[in-house]
């Protein structure tokens, strides 16, 4: 590869990786697999890099979604977390609500199914349409939509006395 | 009091604030992406030329000295440094291939034989795969020797990699992904299959007798996998990713006791747009990890099938002085005796003939860079990674 898309590789890396690692973590909750996750979108994209780097961020983006929600794959159980595990159900009127909600939904979080996930990461920590998510997973707005919606249910199921909190209901449109 | 959404919003955020630091990711992904690309050029090569239906390949026979030897492996390379000149070699038999290839074992010559074929490895450009299939045209298929047919196993294997000898195939299983690929070992006879709980590293290597597969972690470290036990072993390689070149996997020697790590020059700046100059390669105990001599040769090893029989010879990747060419090299003082055409796989078939494909080509070469017979894999191929072995 030329020396000039090797450099702009490089800085492609350095630039972004911390904040594709971010996303990476956020789907899988493990710093190991974070890491392997983006290091084989890169190595991906570097093996394309000279067709796709005009578009990087989004190819690796893509890949980095996509290898954690193959259409086929298993669910993964490595981190999930039995609802025994969740943090002791919040009482009403302690100070910490949010702090407890948080950790309760982080943890929650984890067991979702990896699509369920993905779409919930895609929306909440990248802010990212409903349009813009199905694009990047390769499905429908619709099944966006009912698997946000599915995930929510599931939260809320899991972190009990969570509807006690909820002044709106989160649904995404 | 904050609403479920925005806690929710936290709590994602929370996950991916507690990401690791990012370390030498561009480094670690240069390194797989590299083998990525090789991967595709191996199938890609010459594959562009396709002749429509030419499924049998005619009987060659350039001239008529010896056939079909094959290669008896040495237990480790000599380090004998006396010159050798190259002679031409002897007759080269072809065998046919026949049209329903599946049905037979695929040999080629020098007693090589097709031991497995992938799915087909291509990619839209967005990342997606484009395979589909579970047939012997187009699937993972792999030669059971107890049938002596090939068998298609399930197109979850991205990688799909038959050993050289024997029944096991070592495998890469997507839909058991993640975060990374697993890699794992099928047993292609009995039908067995276990994954382990990591992904390939830097890369893997047959051994030459099939039994088990270096590889070569992210640290620069080896890994051996038993195959049969699907157990493994990592031996720490100090400085082992120190001057680790552009291709940094440790490959096999004859005998399947010794690896083999190329070390680049560290007096040569590096440069990411060619290839890496090598100074030497280090050799290790597959069982310690020990270092057990350091060899002169300038280049990488194109495999665990690259070092000649005796141990005389190793066919070399392509690099700053020959882009375009296998260089075959003197094992004992680095000479390089001569240049082929570049190819994606190289194979010695006995002391002074190498087998190169390159796409569906099959070409067999001697010692002076003679052509000695020629061949042509079946279409069905076109677009995936074929592992040869011995019959």
């Known amino acids: 590869m030329k020396q000039a898309l090797e450099a702009e590789f490089t800085a492609f890396v350095a630039d972004r990786g911390q904040a594709l690692l971010r996303i990476a973590h956020a789907l899988t909750g493990d710093r190991e697999s974070a890491e392997d996750l983006v290091q084989g979108a890169l190595a991906k994209a570097y093996a394309r890099w000279p067709r796709i780097h005009g578009e990087a961020e989004a190819y690796v983006r893509k890949i980095i979604y996509n290898d954690r929600i193959s259409a086929w794959r298993r669910p993964m159980r490595r981190n999930e977390v039995t609802v025994a595990d969740l943090p002791e159900r919040p009482q009403a009127g302690r100070h910490d609500h949010d702090v407890t909600e948080r950790l309760a939904l982080r943890d929650a979080l984890l067991s979702l199914p990896a699509r369920q996930r993905a779409v919930l990461v895609m929306r909440y920590l990248e802010d990212r349409s409903v349009e813009e998510t199905a694009q990047v997973l390769g499905c429908r707005p619709g099944t966006v939509a009912s698997q946000a919606s599915r995930a929510l249910a599931k939260l809320r199921e899991l972190v009990s006395g969570v509807d006690e909190w909820t002044n709106r209901t989160g649904v995404i449109r | 009091m904050r609403h479920f959404e925005d806690n929710l919003r936290a709590a994602v955020e929370d996950l991916a604030r507690a990401a690791p630091a990012m370390n030498d990711m561009a480094v670690v992904a240069r390194i797989r992406g590299r083998r990525i690309r090789r ?134 299983d997507e839909s058991m992904a993640g975060g990374y690929v697993p890699v794992g070992i099928v047993d292609a006879a009995y039908n067995g299959a276990q994954v382990l709980t990591h992904g390939s590293g830097l890369g893997t290597e047959w051994s030459p007798d099939g039994k088990k597969v270096a590889l070569t972690t992210s640290l620069g470290n080896l890994r051996i996998i ?58 290790f105990s597959a069982a310690t990890g020990k270092l057990l001599r350091t060899l002169p040769i300038p280049g990488v090893p194109t495999g665990s099938a690259a070092w000649s029989p005796d141990g005389r010879y190793v066919a070399l990747r392509p690099d700053a002085t020959a882009p375009d060419g296998t260089r075959i090299a003197e094992v004992a003082t680095g000479r390089v005796v001569t240049t082929l055409p570049r190819a994606g796989q190289v194979r010695f078939l006995a002391e002074d003939q190498i087998l190169a494909l390159s796409g569906l080509d099959v070409t067999v070469y001697d010692l002076t860079g003679t052509v000695r017979a020629t061949s042509r894999l079946p279409a069905d191929f076109n677009n995936r990674e074929v592992s040869l072995g011995i019959s």
């Open chain 2, 39 to 172: 991967r595709r050029q191996t199938v890609l090569g010459a594959a562009v030329v396709l002749l429509a239906g030419a499924v049998i390949t005619p009987y060659v026979v350039l001239d008529g000295r010896r056939d079909g030897q094959r290669p008896q492996p040495v237990d480790s390379v000599p380090t004998s440094k006396a010159p050798v000149v190259p002679l031409p070699s002897g007759p080269v038999t072809v065998p046919a291939i026949r049209a329903d290839w599946w049905k037979a074992p695929i040999e080629l010559p020098g007693g090589v034989v097709v031991t497995s074929v992938s799915r087909p490895n291509t990619y839209n450009d967005d990342g997606t795969p484009t395979f589909t299939g579970d047939t012997p045209q187009d699937g993972n298929v792999a030669l059971n020797r107890l049938t002596g047919r090939y068998q298609v196993f399930p197109v979850k294997y991205q990688v799909f990699e038959a050993a050289p000898k024997g029944h096991y195939v070592l495998v890469e």
């Open chain 2, 226 to 283: 038993d195959a049969k036990s699907v157990t493994e072993k990592e031996r720490e390689i100090p400085g082992g990713r120190e001057l680790c070149p552009d291709t940094c996997t440790f490959t096999w020697l004859p005998g399947s006791k010794e690896v083999a790590l190329p070390q680049r020059d560290p007096d040569v700046a590096e440069s990411e747009s060619v290839p890496d100059t090598i100074k030497e390669i280090k050799v």
